[in-house]
């Protein structure tokens, strides 16, 4: 935690809805806590960040968020441990990349302290909404949309930057089936495939609808050229294991830096797995899958953490995964969970706490 430079002004909510909440049973991202942060981008600068009560926004109907896209998001969790004290982790990743994406899509960037004292201000407030029953989080959705209006294309002149939580359960149970894409592509080199933009997500919607109508429920994404090549699995990073081997695809233009997955290569290299971060072929998982070889798949982000994958289909046939017991998934979720929830040590300097 760091000392407190900014005077954030805070409306607390005249009621609260934290009654209203069973925390045994939460879904992933339905339900906001009392209060919101609203910063406000202007002239050139931006405005001082405030708390709100969570509730509607009012936007003109010429907002260019309408009609151009300006949209980017970041996704967090905070944890709560035995004792009741507040955790965040790895935050500051999550600031760097939100800069990133907002320099993508031509949008101001927020500045450090903007970002991590107004989150620590609305945590501490809400605190009593982060939930402590086993794998629920408080999740963190901080993001920033083109207020400004005009229909003309071209960057707005105004933004708004707002942070909102949602006490969560679960993101995934069990593992899950894929379908590898042979048509739909998520981004293209020279594109947004990088930035956590709205347009992202949406233009996936579709291509996860027809899987799903299949019979799996998520879609591993290939490259836009070839579609031979692996990249991601759903909305997030893919690690695949042959033999004893982790294998992530590298960054670039078309997939997001991803704080989990840069996590996992780390954990990996501490428990002498072996690693690489390279271009992975489709017909390269087929033959090990047709070998035995094909050990592992699992997605990896920040809201399901590690999402094991039990097969996937590909050119009209299905290969299942074998039950592995104590997985290289099984590691890397326990121990960047252990870490989140201060159950071990943090010997990677991850995890940020909040003081009252």
Not at 94 to 116: G, K, L, Q, T, V
Not at 212 to 233: L, S
Not at 291 to 316: D, R
Request: proline share 4%.
């Amino acid at each position: 935690m760091n000392p407190s430079t900014l005077d954030i002004q805070i409306e607390k909510a005249k009621n609260s809805k934290i009654s209203q909440v069973d925390f045994n049973n939460l879904a992933f991202g339905s339900i906001f806590s009392d209060h919101m942060l609203v910063c406000d981008y202007k002239n050139g600068a931006w405005e001082a960040p405030k708390i709100v009560p969570y509730g509607p926004i009012t936007l003109q109907p010429s907002a260019k968020i309408f009609h151009y896209g300006q949209s980017i998001f970041e996704g967090m969790k905070a944890y709560k441990d035995k004792e009741g004290a507040m955790w965040l982790f790895r935050p500051k990743d999550n600031h760097a990349r939100f800069n990133i994406s907002a320099s993508r899509m031509a949008m101001p960037e927020i500045p450090e302290d903007y970002f991590m004292e107004g989150l620590e201000a609305l945590l501490r407030l809400d605190e009593k909404w982060i939930p402590t029953t086993d794998g629920s989080a408080m999740y963190i959705r901080p993001f920033m949309f083109a207020s400004g209006e005009g229909f003309h294309a071209s960057p707005a002149d105004e933004y708004k930057f707002i942070i909102c939580l949602a006490p969560s359960g679960a993101y995934f149970s069990g593992k899950v089936k894929v379908l590898i894409e042979e048509k739909y592509s998520r981004s293209a080199n020279g594109g947004v495939g990088y930035a956590k933009t709205g347009g992202n997500y949406a233009g996936q919607f579709h291509p996860t609808q027809l899987a799903k109508e299949k019979g799996y429920q998520q879609v591993v994404w290939t490259d836009d050229h070839t579609h031979e090549n692996i990249e991601e699995a759903g909305a997030m990073n893919i690690f695949v294991r042959i033999g004893d081997i982790l294998i992530t695809g590298p960054t670039s233009d078309r997939i997001l830096d991803g704080i989990t997955r840069k996590s996992i290569l780390q954990i990996a290299e501490a428990n002498s797995i072996k690693t690489e971060v390279r271009t992975l072929t489709v017909s390269e998982v087929v033959a090990a899958a047709k070998k035995g070889t094909l050990k592992e798949m699992f997605g990896a982000g920040t809201a399901a953490v590690v999402s094991p994958i039990s097969g996937f289909g590909y050119k009209g046939q299905d290969y299942m995964l074998p039950e592995i017991e104590n997985g290289y998934a099984d590691l890397m979720k326990k121990t960047i969970t252990d870490i989140q929830y201060n159950r071990i040590e943090d010997s990677y300097g991850w995890r940020y706490g909040i003081s009252d």
